[in-house]
């Protein structure tokens, strides 16, 4: 994890977007970059999910993330919300069991949810069923979460700037410039 916290702070130091904001909160952030990325790596889909405000953001991800000047193996990256167009009408426990029995089927190496959004949301509740869901919360702090504030005026420019610090973590661990474990 030292070596994901040096390389974390080098990267943000880099960074010349005015991404100093993110230095304090790195400790915060490793971990679960960590486990988004290790998951990734080891194969398993993931299915972005964002509240209303946040849907663009999930399409800038869906462009940016597979982009093929990036020289990098494609990575199965996918809008839940297009996958299964009735998300929204998902209410009780056992419509989302029966969601989560599609995904099992649908994704066999395994998948992880990367949620983007209020916590207060309805699709928090799948997010949060789920072991390894990848949270950035927007107004409450949760655990296993990065929490941000919806009324940040910074609020988009942030986003962007940790997709980039997440776009560049993936990259250095598949091209082998920074080891997870070490």
């Given at each position: 994890?030292?070596?994901?916290?040096?390389?974390?702070?080098?990267?943000?130091?880099?960074?010349?977007?005015?991404?100093?904001?993110?230095?304090?909160?790195?400790?915060?952030?490793?971990?679960?970059?960590?486990?988004?990325?290790?998951?990734?790596i080891e194969g398993r889909t993931v299915l972005i999910l964002t509240?209303?405000?946040?849907?663009?953001?999930?399409?800038?991800?869906?462009?940016?993330?597979?982009?093929?000047?990036?020289?990098?193996?494609?990575?199965?990256?996918?809008?839940?919300?297009?996958?299964?167009?009735?998300?929204?009408?998902?209410?009780?426990?056992?419509?989302?069991?029966?969601?989560?029995?599609?995904?099992?089927?649908?994704?066999?190496?395994?998948?992880?949810?990367?949620?983007?959004?209020?916590?207060?949301?309805?699709?928090?509740?799948?997010?949060?069923?789920?072991?390894?869901?990848?949270?950035?919360?927007?107004?409450?702090?949760?655990?296993?979460a990065f929490t941000m504030r919806s009324s940040d005026p910074l609020?988009?420019?942030?986003?962007?700037?940790?997709?980039?610090?997440?776009?560049?973590?993936?990259?250095?661990?598949?091209?082998?410039?920074?080891?997870?474990?070490?």
């Open positions: 994890m030292q070596q994901l916290l040096k390389w974390t702070l080098d990267t943000i130091r880099e960074d010349e977007s005015g991404f100093s904001w993110m230095e304090e909160y790195r400790y915060e952030w490793a971990p679960l970059v960590r486990n988004a990325v290790a998951q990734s509240d209303s405000p946040r849907k663009w953001f999930s399409n800038y991800i869906l462009n940016a993330v597979n982009d093929l000047a990036k020289n990098r193996p494609l990575l199965p990256f996918y809008q839940l919300s297009k996958s299964f167009p009735n998300l929204d009408t998902l209410h009780s426990t056992s419509d989302l069991q029966l969601l989560e029995d599609m995904l099992d089927i649908s994704y066999p190496n395994g998948y992880y949810i990367w949620y983007i959004g209020r916590s207060d949301h309805l699709f928090t509740k799948l997010s949060y069923r789920a072991d390894n869901s990848f949270l950035w919360i927007m107004d409450q702090e949760v655990q296993n609020l988009d420019i942030k986003l962007l700037q940790l997709y980039n610090l997440f776009d560049k973590t993936l990259s250095a661990v598949l091209f082998g410039e920074l080891d997870l474990e070490a």
